[in-house]
């Protein structure tokens, strides 16, 4: 006799904010379309799924009648709807309110649209933490879905005590927690359904003498079957997996018996307590941790798990999701202009207009920009976009009209030094003393557009594998030939977009902002600048400059800064001042910056002279949709462009994508250099190329007499009506 075993199958579908309409599209008609036509022609199945608010939305809006078919499914008790946070934001990094905000909405747009009563939910990437269960518990969710990992953590076995849940709490606030198991996982679709079939049946066998059904649950991604590299011809097509997989379930219902959490909940009791650590899946550990450490980790878990020894990888975790916010300045820079957002709109007052800036910032708390692996997280530009769109959208609303012009001094980022903070109108600036005076945010907020949101070339672990694929000539690119060794599989190969990606490995030792100072060689080259492999001869770049003076009037604001540093001539190390002062007036779309460069030595100085600044356009490195022009010249170039331009006293960033152009002017003129940064990430399809902005050099060669000043003004103004030709 067999006893009965509950498969209990969640199925978690999610499309960020941002997210182009093309990927949505496939999306829908490769996974989540063909899982609705499979329950449909299999009824005594169920399921519970999960839709993130986003994704919803968007088939409200293109896909009617997937929603309305799902509507059927729930209403024949077939499909339990899970709730989650309604934008999929990482809730740990929340202010309680977002947390308990974001989870009712979408509970409320679960009832609304599909007449579901969801008790359970969907937790974004499974990034738990212990105090998440009161302000869930809170917000009226009985249950939530995490790793197997999160319990063997805490010592318990993966192989005996996750067949059912547990019960945790927070203040007393108590919360039903599922495992999703990771053989399960990693069996469906990609194990011979028998064998799995017959890994049910002995875990059945082996729960004849407790009290109560065991309950094996699968929480994995929609995405996972049909949507990712080489899964639907294996999923829907004639490999016909997952009809094949139902008609197993079926066929063997007299002890293979389905159900959803929620139906589980109500039967049977927990299995325990249990306090789960800050935690999340085995790979989010990995990669959160600094890429020298992320890649042997990452590759000692390989090893062991090759080596069947799950007595030692039960026990390893890596890092902490947090730690993204120290790995990633971008990151941890939008986390807390979100903060600060986000007690902006909770003192609005109660109403509409309260309601629709909290969906707006709630939009902008989504997780995908907020951390990265093996895939774009951050270095994705759309997300990054969307999220300073919503933010701003958001703050435009709890400011209202009439946006003053203020100044606050204050520690933005949290790392003990002071920033300063411009908000008004139609300008928002955001400026680091500590970290070479620079401008990190500019936001022109008529537009919702960061004119700073690039991202710094950074090393990530997977580099590693590249440089040792294309020393081992084992990368394969679509000029590889067919066929193949490579192809066929017969060495380990890594695949990319195109060859030569590990050549364009470079690695930034500085933060990429605007109003950088740099001091470089009379031989140094636009290239060597562009690689980062220079000598920087002065020490401003990324050292702290001193707040003369940061004030605003109503009218103005103004920071000025100062620095006494030194300069390298020749071999000697000569003291040399900056101050630098930064002028925005209320309702009008610029801002000045005046530079005064001062010899403090006792001896003529002759230095070349460089002001760093950026811009980020999302698709800037195509020529259809953005430009550059100098010295209002007509000719438009690439911001992907590699190039130098003498003689240059102005010059336009402009995008057709976004209606905006940002326009420098500057009073002497200079050298100007120009270069893409570029990254290369791990995609589905292997390594690729990203653009993420573009930076600009300002140069000039200054002879300074003992006690002399130099001066120059730099002046960027927004247009919101493109500026082509």
Known sequence: MTAPIFLMLVFHNHQPVGQFDYISEHS??????????????????????????????????????????????????????????????????????????????????????????????????????????????????????????????????????????????????????FPTLSYLRSAIPWQPIDTLIEWLRDEADQSLST??????????????????????????????????????????????????????????????????????????????????????????????EVEHRSDITRFLRGGLWRNFMVKYDEINHLHKRVLLVSQKVHAMRRGRKRDQALDLLWAAQGNDPYWHGVYGGIYLFNFRV???????????????????????????????????????????????????????????????????????????????????????????????????????????????????????????????????????????????????????????????????????????????????????VGEVLQPLSIVKAFNIVHSEPSLSVTYTLVNEADMPVDVRFGIETVVGFDAGQDLQYCSLRTNRSTKRGSLADLCEIEAVTSHEADSNLRNITLHTQISKPCFLWQFPLETITCSESGFERGYQGTVFLHLWNVRLSPGEAWQVVLTQSVQQTATRP
């Open 28 to 177: 829908t008609n490769v996974s989540y379309l063909p899982l609705i036509e499979l329950l449909e022609r299999h009824p005594r199945i169920k399921i519970g799924m999960h839709y993130s608010g986003p994704l919803l939305d968007w088939l409200k809006q293109h896909h009617a009648e997937v929603v309305e078919r799902l509507h059927v499914l729930i209403q024949r008790k077939q499909v339990e709807m899970l709730s989650g946070g309604y934008f999929e934001p990482i809730l740990s990094a929340l202010p309680e309110e977002d947390q308990i905000g974001q989870i009712q909405k979408m509970t409320a747009e679960l009832k609304a649209t599909l007449n579901a009563d969801a008790n359970g939910m969907w937790l974004a990437e499974r990034v738990w933490e212990p105090h998440l269960a009161r302000p869930i518990a809170q917000a009226g969710i009985r249950y939530v879905i995490v790793d197997d990992t999160h319990f063997e953590s805490v010592g318990l076995d993966r192989s005996t005590d996750l067949f059912g849940y547990y019960i945790t709490e927070d203040q007393g606030h108590a919360l039903a927690v």
């Open 386 to 568: 969307a999220s300073y769109a919503y933010l701003i959208a958001a703050e435009n609303a709890a400011d209202g009209d009439d946006i003053p012009l203020t100044l606050t001094r204050m520690d933005f980022d949290r790392d003990s030094r002071e920033d300063i903070v411009v908000t008004g109108s139609p300008l928002n600036a955001v400026c680091s003393p500590a970290l070479g005076g620079a401008l990190l945010e500019l936001d022109f907020r008529p537009a919702q557009y960061n004119l700073y949101n690039v991202m710094t070339r950074r090393k990530e672990g997977y580099h590693i594998d590249l440089v040792n694929a294309a020393a081992d000539n084992t990368i394969i690119t679509p000029m590889s030939l067919q066929g193949s060794d490579l192809e066929s599989g017969q060495n380990h190969a890594i695949r990319a977009k195109e060859p030569g990606l590990e050549k364009l490995l470079i690695y930034d030792w500085h933060r990429r902002a605007s109003f950088l100072d740099h001091f470089i060689g009379p031989s140094t080259t636009l290239y060597e600048f562009y690689r980062a492999q220079y000598a920087e001869q002065g020490d401003f770049v990324n050292q702290p400059y001193e707040i003369v003076e940061a004030a605003c009037t109503g009218t103005e604001a103004y920071i000025h800064l100062r620095r006494q540093g030194h300069v390298w």
């Open 211 to 304: 009290y109560q059904p065991k309950v094996a649950l699968l929480g994995d991604d929609g995405e996972k079957f049909g949507t990712w590299r080489g899964t639907y011809e294996h999923c829907w097509g004639d490999g016909k997996y997952m009809d094949s997989l139902l008609s197993a379930i079926e066929k063997n219902a007299d002890w293979l018996q389905t159900a959803t959490p929620g139906e589980y909940l109500a039967r049977y009791p927990a299995l325990g307590r249990v306090y789960l650590p800050a935690v999340s899946y085995m790979e989010m550990g990995i990669w959160s941790l600094p890429a020298d450490v992320s890649h042997q980790l990452s590759a000692l878990h390989h090893t062991l």
